[in-house]
């Protein structure tokens, strides 16, 4: 079977691609670091966010929503200064400002996965493509998502981050048909 080309020969890539790329998660940490590391890609590459992010996971408490949501500006510029993340001080500032945004989801609909998911009537789109090249960038429920969470003040959240995020917490499965990664060929 061939699979995906995307991940090339990096192994990060390769075991993101294998083991979490598409697969559907509904825990609000993963979620939460999934929505992080996505916003931290913004102009870069996968393969540089992937790179750093045991130091995200160092520097963010593992991703948790309420240490995330206290840190003040002080502590912020300390990570950006000496962790090992991107160094884009506004990136940095909408992990508080999302993880503020996410304990306000939680409490009106139980939890951040909840309302992620309704999206999608709590079961992933599973796409057919022959090829990469199929693959959209956005999609109009990527435009939709994107639009109610910066209403709802998330930050780093556009419509193409909000494609790749869907892929990453596995809303969409966007492996071609001939992955051994699709799900139907599970």
């Known amino acids: 079977m061939k699979t995906c080309s995307w991940p090339g020969d990096n192994q990060l890539m ?9 697969v559907p998660n509904t ?6 670091e999934m929505l992080t590391l996505e916003g931290a890609q913004a102009g870069l590459s996968w393969s540089i966010v992937l790179a750093k992010r045991e130091g995200y996971k160092k520097a963010f408490h593992n991703f948790d929503i309420k240490y995330c949501s206290d840190l003040t500006d002080a502590e912020l510029e300390n990570i950006k200064e000496h962790e090992n993340v991107i160094k884009h001080f506004a990136k940095l500032k909408s992990i508080r400002d ?13 939890s951040f ?3 992620l ?3 999608v009537d709590f079961e992933p789109i599973i796409h ?9 960038a956005e999609s109009e429920l990527s435009k939709q998502i994107s639009k109610d969470l910066k209403r709802r ?4 959240v556009g419509p193409v981050t909000m494609y790749s995020f869907m892929q990453a917490i596995g809303m969409v499965d966007d492996h ?6 699709h799900t139907y060929n599970k």
């Open 14 to 22: 390769q075991v993101y691609h294998d083991k979490e790329w598409c």
């Open 27 to 32: 825990d609000d940490r993963y979620i939460f």
């Open 98 to 110: 999302n993880a503020k945004a996410i304990m306000k989801l939680q409490e009106e609909f139980g």
């Open 113 to 115: 996965s909840n309302f």
């Open 117 to 119: 998911w309704q999206y």
């Open 128 to 136: 057919n493509w022959d090829s990469e090249s199929q693959i959209p």
């Open 153 to 156: 003040g998330f930050k780093f």
């Open 176 to 181: 071609i048909k001939t992955c051994p990664y």
